[in-house]
């Protein structure tokens, strides 16, 4: 029962998260940084970097975790905490009447230190259990299925919010999300006795843990294997503008992306047990170029110009790609737990994982800067090369050991 517990959090907490349904407004978002501010494309790169920060510094949230339990608890209470200071940021959105930019990117980047923390807290914990069970594969295939469902809803629900609801309500439905888990943690976690780690005991396993060769090539690779030129926000003006997907539409096709991943986190959960990673590794990377270059092909004025061949294409992508993309996201994460100590999992797996949306951050402003300067075409070309340069990097990382 203790691990079918474990799983109904994982799968919850991941559910309701911002990969989850918390995204429900990010669509909503887009268009108001678009139609109502007048954002350009590498502006709305730009927002989206900065409002994403708390994702960058998830060491801290893992530090103050591991060392400063509350009332004896490293994961559980804070899980709580954490989950109704993201429902209060969704709030204070939903009540505000007139939106600044200002206002909004510093409400998102505050939501983004309370979900971050939210992310590290659950990931210490499937970490510790995942490892104890050699469980790493199963659970984390099965929070990223049910992330997959949720985004399967707020695909289409996105895009139908977008379209006819008002920003506060919105808000106000997002506002419920972090709130549940809350109530889902309180209920169906108990508090019971955890490992606290004295201050230099912590030290010592974590100087251990990340000051070696190998757990820094790790490091290094991670982050250079997210770290492409990002064309996702000028695409998304390229659909608008260009190609003329409606709001329902565009929200549509992130629904079929996310049954894609439905299929592929299923596929790596259970078919891909026995699969030498090194090969998952490289396949991984392979996938990743190619779907990039299969961007281009909406740049061709037959396919521009012939709106149903461009939604066809798109739902071909996201069915396929969208498998495939799973399979590598998952393999990385996977690679990223691995390598984690499990007594400092929540510093240990955030500073990896954050290294993962540093290089993200990193990769936003040089695509916002990159696009204003080259243009979408080869913006997509050097993305796509840069994706594939880092398989140079395998055999540095001796995965045979």
């Not at 629900?157 to 506060?168: D, H, I, V």
């Not at 993309?325 to 984690?340: C, D, R, S, V, Y």
């Amino acid at each position: 029962m203790g691990k079918f517990k474990y799983l109904i959090i994982f799968a919850l907490v991941y559910f309701f998260s911002p990969n989850g349904l918390s995204s429900l407004p990010n669509l909503s978002i887009s268009y108001l940084l678009k139609d109502v501010f007048k954002l350009t494309a590498t502006q709305a790169a730009y927002f989206g970097a900065i409002s994403i920060l708390g994702w960058a510094i998830k060491p801290v949230w893992g530090l103050i975790s591991d060392l400063f339990p509350i009332k004896g608890s490293r994961r559980r209470n804070y899980l709580i905490l954490v989950s109704l200071i993201a429902s209060f940021c969704w709030l204070i959105l939903a009540l505000t009447s007139n939106y600044n930019v200002w206002i909004l990117l510093l409400i998102l980047t505050f939501s983004s230190f309370a979900y971050a923390f939210q992310d590290v807290v659950t990931d210490a914990y499937m970490v510790e259990i995942g490892k104890k069970e050699n469980k790493l594969r199963e659970f984390q295939s099965v929070q990223w299925i049910a992330v997959s469902v949720a985004q399967i809803i707020t695909g289409f629900a996105g895009g139908l919010a977008a379209e006819k609801l008002s920003y506060q309500t919105t808000f106000s439905i997002a506002f419920l999300f972090p709130f549940i888990i809350a109530l889902i943690t309180y209920f169906l976690l108990k508090n019971e006795p955890e490992a606290i780690l004295k201050f230099y005991e912590f030290k010592q396993i974590l100087k251990s843990a990340i000051l070696n060769k190998e757990f820094l090539l790790i490091t290094l690779f991670l982050f250079l294997w997210n770290f492409s030129p990002s064309y996702g926000t000028p695409f998304f003006y390229y659909m608008v503008d260009e190609l003329k997907f409606t709001k329902i539409l565009i929200g549509t096709l992130g629904s079929i992306s996310a049954v894609g991943s439905v299929f592929g986190a299923i596929i790596f959960g259970i078919f891909l047990k026995k699969v030498n990673f090194k090969k998952l590794l490289i396949f991984s990377i392979f996938i990743g170029g190619v779907s990039t270059f299969f961007s281009l092909i909406y740049l061709l004025d037959s396919v521009k110009n012939n709106q149903p061949l461009a939604i066809g294409l798109s739902i071909f992508e996201r069915i396929i790609f969208g498998t495939l993309g799973m399979i590598a996201f998952l393999t990385m994460l996977t690679f990223a737990a691995q390598k984690t100590e499990s007594l400092v999992a929540g510093t240990v797996f955030a500073f990896l994982t954050s290294v993962i949306n540093l290089a993200s951050i990193g990769s936003n402003f040089v695509g916002g800067y990159l696009y204003s300067k080259i243009g979408l075409g080869p913006l997509i070309i050097i993305s796509g090369i840069s994706s594939l340069l880092i398989l140079i990097f395998i055999p540095f990382l001796k995965l045979e050991k």
